[in-house]
């Protein structure tokens, strides 16, 4: 059998590259040799969503995903999202509303929730519920953490129209 | 957990892919979305020799209308069925599509991988069976179009040879008149169905039922076809009498075990309630 293969990522805008065994998982090539360790291994069984990040703009559970199989692909993990020294929308939005308790499903739902308002820059209490269906917080949270991704809605609809408003003045 | 070792390929085409399958028959998996395949592996319940990730070939993700057929390509997610017009006109379709899995597994899991996965539990394959739907698979040397109703054969197990690939799945075209609805009762967002029923029917300008599909997930050792439901629809006209049939007919027609999920006789219950919800909502689409 195939020993190691090479892998090659783009990790939050910085190359990667890796020997793996082909059953390396992919959330391991992030923690492990990477040293990328915001992106949390919950359940280690697809369930809770803690290890999820963006795979080519995709939300995905890293635990569920090979490390080969994303090579050549773009990634975005926990890391990637302070802009600067100024935190993301989402993570500000978590921190005014008390959107995390003992915070182990953060990361997890923070870069769900980005993948959600990528493709619904509105979306209803409901639809943030259902959006976030595959992330589980142990603290039971949920009422929070939606509260939290609202603000971060507004927050990143306020932005998008911002530089539009600034131009027509 | 950590999966056994395995070699991988990421073949750039299909002939390729299939070359790998015939060339290391009967010890290579088929790698799609991974959301079903890669939990068996952690949990060494599948210990293949060999990976073929089909994640290059974009070209079994499309979904289009031709020859009185919806076609759907392998490798489109269940995220990309959700978002398809075309899949949209079918109530019961686009009520299976929304409701597989959570948001990751719909954005990941591809149609063909749960078809081929054939996992009793799994929506589509109910969703086939009810609109009479049919498999094309494809080995080196030939293309097989297999029926929906002869391809789920055991638990896990498909019509599907170690050599093939799943590369389209093709659904016709149903008359005006047709509606059609998915009912699934879960413990928890997300699950596994506990009971789900698949319901299709098309209903003549008099209210006469004139063709039906009635398929079970979940409650079996694979999906199945409720086929004294289908026949006591035919012909009849919606009534109470008729929702009583049908509600017997899944209770009894189905073989569930205990588990997690609940007792025998509360999962008959809910095979017959969710064949009930699904027929009530697949007539009031079909204009009945």
Redesign the interface.
């Known amino acids: 059998?195939?020993s190691t293969?090479h892998v090659a990522v783009t990790v939050n805008g910085r190359r990667h590259q890796a020997e793996v065994?082909?059953?390396r998982?992919l959330v391991h090539l992030l923690r492990e040799d990477f040293g990328l360790t915001g992106t949390h291994v919950g359940c280690?069984?697809?369930?809770c969503?803690a290890c999820?990040i963006l795979v080519d703009g995709?939300?995905?559970?890293s635990c569920?995903?090979?490390a080969?199989?994303a090579?050549g692909r773009e990634i975005t993990t926990i890391e990637g999202m302070e802009q600067g020294t100024t935190l993301h929308p989402l993570q500000q939005a978590f921190t005014d509303q008390h959107g995390l308790q003992c915070g182990f499903c953060t990361p997890g739902m923070i870069m769900?929730a980005s993948?959600?308002l990528g493709e619904n820059a509105d979306p209803s209490d409901d639809q943030i519920r259902?959006?976030?269906?595959?992330?589980l917080c142990r603290c039971t949270g949920y009422v929070n953490i939606v509260k939290a991704i609202d603000q971060a809605a507004g927050e990143l609809r306020a932005q998008a129209v911002a530089p539009l408003a600034a131009e027509t003045a | 957990m950590i999966p056994a070792a395995f070699d991988y390929a990421r073949p750039s085409s299909l002939d390729e892919a299939l070359r790998l399958l015939h060339d290391r028959e009967g010890e290579a998996k088929v790698l799609a979305g991974g959301y079903s395949l890669i939990p068996l592996l952690r949990y060494r319940l599948a210990q293949p020799g060999l990976l073929v990730d089909i994640g290059n070939l974009d070209d079994l993700a499309y979904v289009r209308e031709a020859g009185g057929q919806l076609q759907i390509g392998a490798r489109t997610t269940h995220h990309q069925l959700e978002q398809s017009d075309l899949v949209q006109r079918s109530g019961l379709w686009s009520d299976a599509a929304g409701g597989i899995g959570d948001p990751q597994v719909r954005n990941w899991g591809t149609l063909g991988g749960s078809v081929a996965h054939a996992d009793p539990s799994s929506d589509w394959p109910a969703v086939l069976l009810a609109s009479r739907a049919s498999v094309v698979v494809r080995d080196l040397k030939r293309e097989r179009v297999i029926p929906a109703r002869e391809f789920f054969l055991d638990t896990f197990v498909t019509a599907i040879e170690p050599t093939e690939i799943l590369t389209e799945i093709r659904v016709p075209l149903p008359p005006p008149g047709t509606g059609g609805a998915y009912a699934k009762t879960e413990r928890k967002a997300g699950d596994f169905a506990t009971a789900a029923a698949a319901v299709q029917v098309t209903v003549d300008a008099g209210g006469a039922i004139t063709a039906a599909g009635v398929a079970l997930s979940a409650v079996s050792e694979t999906p199945f076809v409720v086929v004294a439901a289908e026949a006591a629809l035919l012909g009849a006209h919606a009534s109470p009498e008729l929702e009583s049939s049908v509600r017997r007919a899944a209770a009894e027609g189905c073989n569930p075990t205990r588990d997690g999920h609940g007792p025998v006789d509360y999962k008959r219950a809910m095979a017959g309630e969710m064949a009930v919800r699904a027929l009530r909502r697949a007539l009031a689409r079909a204009g009945a």
């Open positions: 059998m195939t293969m065994e082909p059953r998982l280690d069984s697809s369930t969503g999820t995709r939300s995905a559970k569920t995903m090979l080969v199989q090579d769900q993948w959600l259902h959006g976030i269906a595959g992330n």
